[in-house]
């Protein structure tokens, strides 16, 4: 089934968080794609997770309670402007691609009262400002080629329930969920769709270690009616759905791989 033949994809945050090592881009070699072409948009996308003032450098999950992490804490922080600057830099050096997965994302857990600037700026550098400038990009170029294209949005169940320690990054993901609508209203009109996908707890290697104490994950489990975490291949899969014509009739849709914690 080469649902994905003759096709680029271009995976942010591709090298850990949900989707390590790009796995979508794995499994399209499955369905039929040319792995050399994958390969050769994997490489060109390194740039991306290299750039410290860009839009890679996604921490590993397992901190939060979706895709997100803890960011690296002696990773530079640059102002904004260098930031879209160096982000517009790197994807310059990308060919043209038909889909993407905005799949970058840190997740600094912090209580309320001990929000700091650094947290929420960073925070929604990557989360929002990044999926932002990336897809916009992505978008400009297709709707110059007059291509249809795809983009799905990792964003997490926590966008959608309140959980401690998690209000920066429940922001964020919040706004993500609503910056996909958006996308979706105005994008459809030139053949573009936009939805995202809002995981639970993603047994990573990260994950795994982070939440593997039956005192911390007990509590999760007890509010998911499967009563297990998602695996990679749930959310690969759900990615590979969204971004396959099997799904053309929709965006603007946010898809639940959670086990039901969301409908609890």
């Known amino acids: 089934m080469e649902r994905f033949s003759g096709r680029r994809v271009l995976v942010t945050g591709a090298g850990k968080g949900s989707v390590p090592r ?3 881009l794995e499994q399209c070699w499955r369905f039929g794609d040319d ?6 948009v994997q490489q060109r996308c390194a740039p991306l997770r290299r750039d410290r003032q860009g839009c890679g450098g996604t921490a590993e999950p397992g901190g939060g309670s979706g895709s997100g992490g803890e960011p690296d804490p002696d990773r530079s922080r640059e102002p904004a402007k260098r930031d879209w600057e160096a982000t517009e830099a790197a994807l310059s050096t990308v060919e043209d691609t038909d889909l993407l997965v905005n799949n970058a994302a840190v997740a600094v857990l912090q209580p309320f009262l001990q ?9 929604f550098s990557v989360n929002l400002r990044a999926v932002l400038q990336v897809s916009q990009i ?10 249809p294209g795809v983009i799905v949005n990792v964003s997490s169940q926590a966008s959608q329930r309140a959980m401690l320690n998690h ?13 996909t609508k958006s996308m979706a209203l105005e994008l459809g009109p030139h053949k573009i769709r936009v939805n995202c996908v809002n995981p639970t707890v993603v047994m990573t290697n990260m994950g795994r270690l982070n939440w593997s104490d039956p005192q911390k994950s ?10 297990k975490f998602a695996e990679l291949d749930d959310v690969v899969n759900g990615i590979l759905f969204l971004l396959s014509d099997q799904s053309n009739m929709t965006t603007g849709a946010t898809l639940p791989i959670d086990g039901g914690f969301l409908s609890s």
């Open 22 to 24: 790009a796995a979508p």
């Open 35 to 40: 792995p050399r072409r994958v390969n050769r």
């Open 115 to 123: 929000v700091t600037k650094e947290a929420f700026d960073r925070s």
């Open 138 to 147: 992505f978008a400009q170029k297709l709707i110059a080629r007059g291509a």
């Open 167 to 179: 209000t920066v990054y429940s922001a964020t993901k919040s706004a993500l969920d609503m910056l």
């Open 218 to 227: 007990g509590p999760m489990l007890s509010r998911i009616p499967l009563g």
